[in-house]
């Protein structure tokens, strides 16, 4: 995001203000990451003891913590996640197709558009869709594994984690196999708005803005049963969605979808290799594999700072003012560790009675719409993995990235 210098200036005063004047902790800092990555979990213990809502000035807004204020704040109409909402937040002079989609983004869309472009999206997320995607999923995992034998030394977060969700969300959209390249470029330069050490390439990201809208003009032409032609069915009978609105959908998609089912995917393996009781569940109780991916979610969660809510109104949250139009970090990761709610929070048991509370996919009118997806692309990948590769073993530490909402892995080596 680039910022005016006028702009700049009144957010290094508010940040300096906000650390005089504010409730810190100053153990909290993300940025360090080899020290905060690797294990976040010591640092939100102390948080959840000491302040779960204090104001970080390295990230530029409140930090959430406790479980119910996490979850209070998810559902609260008087927050929004409207980026244009935060108070130095600055509208872009450029008038190009880029910004288009970026304003079309579902999660930065204001509440009456939110509602309506949600609205749409169910009968394209229905059980027809989901059925088709979970025997293209089947196809891809088996033809992502098939190269592989025991042991095999891979990098399972670029090799594995970083492949099926991408050709999972390709697959959905309905993406021609001679368009995977634009398509890829739209992926990447979407993705790169969340990475502070990259750019999107515009340029290339106007392949797949192109692409896209031939699509449109296509399914319009000839439906078929993909995302798109669902979606645009739905639109004529009811509520419109215009050309960007479409667009930005699918931007959306790739923003949560991908990026979020691969880390998805390789802290679930991870936490099977740091957590012997995980591990022993999933080889022998497959049948419960869902409640075991989302224990282990809670058990360790590889987000550290999102979602992200905007204040429309002075709001009070764990005995702190939040002032219209300042940000705030909800940590799902530190809510899970609550011992208010989930006791012993360091044990992992699948069998916990307040297991659906985990919010691995948010709450309210923020679930997650591709949700089934994403559940069913965890579920395939881990169980074909695990029979394929059940003696699979760590090789190296992990290696981390630095990333705006998540404890990335860019190498994740295992021996299978």
């Not at 153990?27 to 976040?40: D, I, L, S, T």
């Not at 880390?263 to 109780?285: K, Q, S, T, V």
């Not at 996919?361 to 990948?381: D, L, N």
Request: glycine share 6%.
């Amino acid at each position: 995001m680039k910022m005016s210098l006028p702009t700049i200036a009144r957010l290094v005063c508010y940040l300096g203000h906000g650390a005089l004047t504010k409730p810190g902790f100053r153990a909290y800092n993300p940025n360090r990451v080899k020290v905060f990555y690797p294990n976040p979990n010591a640092v939100y213990d102390r948080i959840l003891d000491e302040k779960p809502v204090f104001f970080s000035p390295s990230m530029a807004s409140w930090i959430i913590c406790g479980y119910s204020d996490v979850a209070q704040c998810i559902r609260d109409p008087r927050l929004t996640t409207d980026f244009n909402q935060w108070r130095f937040s600055e509208s872009s002079t450029d008038d190009n197709e880029w910004n288009k989609v970026l304003d079309g983004l579902l999660f930065t869309l204001g509440k009456s558009d939110h509602t309506r472009i949600r609205r749409l999206t169910i009968p394209a997320f229905g059980p027809k869709t989901i059925d088709r995607i979970a025997a293209s999923t089947e196809e891809i995992v088996s033809a992502c594994l098939d190269p592989l034998s025991p042991g095999d030394t891979v990098n399972f977060a670029e090799q594995i984690a970083r492949v099926i969700p991408r050709k999972v969300v390709a697959d959905l959209v309905g993406v021609k196999p001679e368009d995977h390249a634009r398509f890829e470029a739209l992926t990447t330069a979407v993705m790169a708005m969340f990475d502070p050490s990259r750019n999107p390439d515009t340029r290339e990201a106007q392949m797949g803005i192109d692409m896209m809208k031939e699509y449109l003009d296509e399914r319009k032409q000839n439906p078929g049963d993909d995302f798109l032609s669902l979606l645009i069915a739905e639109a004529e009978e009811g509520d419109r969605i215009n050309a960007w609105e479409a667009i930005g959908l699918v931007a959306s998609l790739i923003a949560a979808g991908p990026d979020t089912s691969s880390d998805d995917l390789i802290f679930c393996i991870y936490n099977m290799l740091l957590n012997p009781a995980m591990r022993d569940a999933a080889m022998n109780h497959p049948e419960r594999i869902d409640d075991i991916i989302l224990e282990g979610t809670r058990w360790n969660h590889f987000g550290y700072s999102a979602p992200i809510r905007f204040a429309l109104e002075d709001i009070e949250i764990g005995g702190e003012t939040i002032r219209k139009g300042e940000m705030m970090r909800l940590i799902i990761p530190a809510a899970h560790r609550d011992p208010m709610v989930f006791q012993d929070p360091d044990r992992f048991d699948m069998d916990r009675p307040n297991l659906k509370q985990v919010l691995r996919f948010g709450a309210g009118a923020h679930f997650c719409v591709g949700s089934a997806i994403a559940q069913t692309v965890a579920r395939m990948t881990v169980t074909e993995f695990l029979r394929r590769f059940p003696d699979f073993q760590l090789q190296a530490e992990p290696v981390y990235e630095k990333h705006l909402t998540s404890r990335r892995m860019r190498e994740f080596w295992l021996t299978l």
